[in-house]
């Protein structure tokens, strides 16, 4: 993960700019850099993945507009090529035919790119400024505000807090320019609806995914591998060792009394061959990783910090241990193809307008976890489910064949990948369980009794009744507010809720968010 902050605003001080880009470091470390722009400052921090070299170096110029990206662009080799026969290029970043594409493109260019990204650029021509971010949000963006009233734009909230105000989310599969924010597509919304049998449905899924994982693997850099053991996180991984020449690396991380995962995860390295390591925590590890994880992630949402620790660590063991700089993840695979909760949907329209609320808000939860827990240990994440051809595909399937009718859930994933015996039996049709309940059930556990001990009743519900917006319900839920607000008073908007199950539907009426209080959650706890 690279970062980027960038100011519109020829007033900023620079000094509070140079503090604000010096928070990215964690995203950045390999290099820094401040260019003025028309008198605005543009800054990036590098972790070098594609074009290690110097020249790589962002930001990058073309007949005077400048360009600072955080991305990557998918099979960006062809069309590099096809755009050396009109401009030259310095290095090997893929980075680097951004301005190439807006030359040709203008802003259609955004709706043509197979890509995770933020962007921030300088029309030189038009003298304007243009921001952009991926139609899933994978790549975290934010906007705000200087004294001077200009738009100022940064890959964390904690980097523009020494220059802005009024910090909120730049809204995925959007653009800026000229004062306006204009959607260039709704990922979420299926253009049309796929209606064909189940072995036509699950070939087109198969042949996407290994395609989402395959473009995925090109990296100048050392590529690593999250493997819980899960469905998803495990296709991943067996779909990169059958396209490596040689072991894949893979990591799995489980307390050290009742870890579910590491079993699973064990058995799935021991069957694809991988170089696997596993990673082991104590309750004194979780509740040390509780501020760090909460400042990293700049949110309050119960459900996004418990999932976030387990990764946090095991991201933090893999940094301190080896030399790799990219991790596969299995994320966005439960909002495509459904959750525990989700069994209980009404109806298929119902279940269709779950999955596009989930896709739609991804990038305030799942998505944002995966970023800020690897980007914040100096590493970038890649998600193949989050592959747009992919996403679109599933999001078009008629939702009644996504519902559960076949006694198992996301049945149409497990069934695209019976024939290749990727996975064992035992792993492609194992029980969904969420990641920090399989990290160990201790884990929350000691989260809760930590929270319990923290406040008397008394004091809990005063505190309680100072936040008049996105209101605690529970002492943990509280411990994390209190925590978020030391770091980032007055932007609990960043978030709109906290992540339940959906509260209108029978079966789901739970106040703790994992899936483990759900009565379906069967067989997943062991």
């Given at each position: ?65 400048v360009s600072v990206c955080n991305g990557e662009l998918y099979d960006f080799r062809p ?156 296709l991943v991984c067996a779909i990169a060792q059958k396209m490596s020449h040689k072991p ?222 996105h209101t605690p319900y529970t002492k943990e839920s509280l411990l994390y507010r209190d ?44």
């Open positions: 993960m690279c970062g980027l902050l960038v100011s519109t605003d020829p007033m900023t001080d620079l000094r509070a700019f140079e503090e604000g880009l010096t928070t990215l470091s964690d995203r950045g470390p390999d290099s820094s850099r401040i260019e003025i722009v028309d008198g605005c400052p543009v800054g990036f921090a590098r972790l070098a993945i594609m074009g290690l070299h110097e020249e790589g170096m962002q930001p990058f110029h073309l007949k005077g507009s069309v590099k090529s096809e755009l050396s026969k009109e401009y030259h290029f310095m290095s090997d970043s893929d980075c680097e035919i951004i301005l190439p594409l807006y030359e040709k493109y203008g802003t259609g260019m955004f709706e043509k790119l197979d890509a995770e990204y933020a962007m921030v650029f300088y029309d030189a021509k038009e003298k304007t400024w243009i921001a952009s971010r991926d139609p899933i949000g994978i790549r975290p963006l934010f906007y705000g505000y200087t004294e001077s009233g200009k738009i100022a734009f940064g890959s964390t909230v904690k980097s523009l807090l020494p220059i802005a105000k009024d910090i909120l989310p730049f809204p995925p599969g959007t653009y800026y320019k000229d004062g306006e924010f204009i959607p260039y597509t709704k990922i979420w919304e299926a253009q049309n609806c796929v209606r064909a049998d189940i072995d036509t449905v699950c070939a087109k899924i198969h042949d996407l995914l290994i395609d989402g994982v395959r473009k995925r693997m090109d990296a100048d850099a050392p590529v690593g591998y999250l493997l819980s053991g899960g469905l998803d996180s495990s894949i690396r893979t990591f799995a991380i489980g307390m050290d009394k009742d870890a579910i995962d590491l079993k699973y995860a064990k058995q799935v390295a021991d069957y694809i061959g991988s170089e696997h390591t596993e990673v082991i925590i104590t309750k004194e590890d979780v509740l040390a990783a509780l501020d760090p994880v909460i400042t990293a992630l700049e949110s309050w949402d119960i459900t996004t910090i418990r999932a976030s620790i387990g990764m946090y660590l095991l991201c933090k063991y893999i940094h301190e241990n080896t030399d790799i700089k990219v991790l596969f993840t299995g994320e966005i695979s439960d909002e495509l193809f459904g959750y525990k909760y989700t069994d209980f949907a009404p109806d298929a329209e119902s279940f269709q307008k779950e999955a596009e609320k989930r896709v739609r808000e991804l990038y305030m939860y799942d998505v944002l976890r995966a970023d800020r827990c690897i980007s914040s240990n100096s590493m970038e994440g890649r998600v193949p489910f989050g592959d747009l051809a992919f996403v679109r595909y599933v999001m078009s399937i008629d939702p009644d064949m996504k519902m559960n009718h076949y006694h198992m859930g996301k049945y149409l994933l497990r069934h695209a990948f019976e024939k290749d015996h990727l996975l064992p039996d035992s792993i492609l049709f194992r029980d969904k369980a969420a990641f920090s309940d399989a990290v160990g059930h201790s884990l929350a556990d000691d989260l809760k009794e930590y929270a319990e001990l923290s406040y008397t009743q008394e004091e809990y519900q005063k505190e309680v009744s100072s936040y008049t917006a925590l978020f607000e030391s770091h980032y008073t007055g932007l609990s908007d960043l978030i709109v809720d906290f992540w339940l199950p959906n509260q209108t539907w029978e079966g789901c009426h739970v106040t703790d968010p994992s899936a483990r209080y759900l009565s379906n959650y069967g067989a997943s706890a062991y």
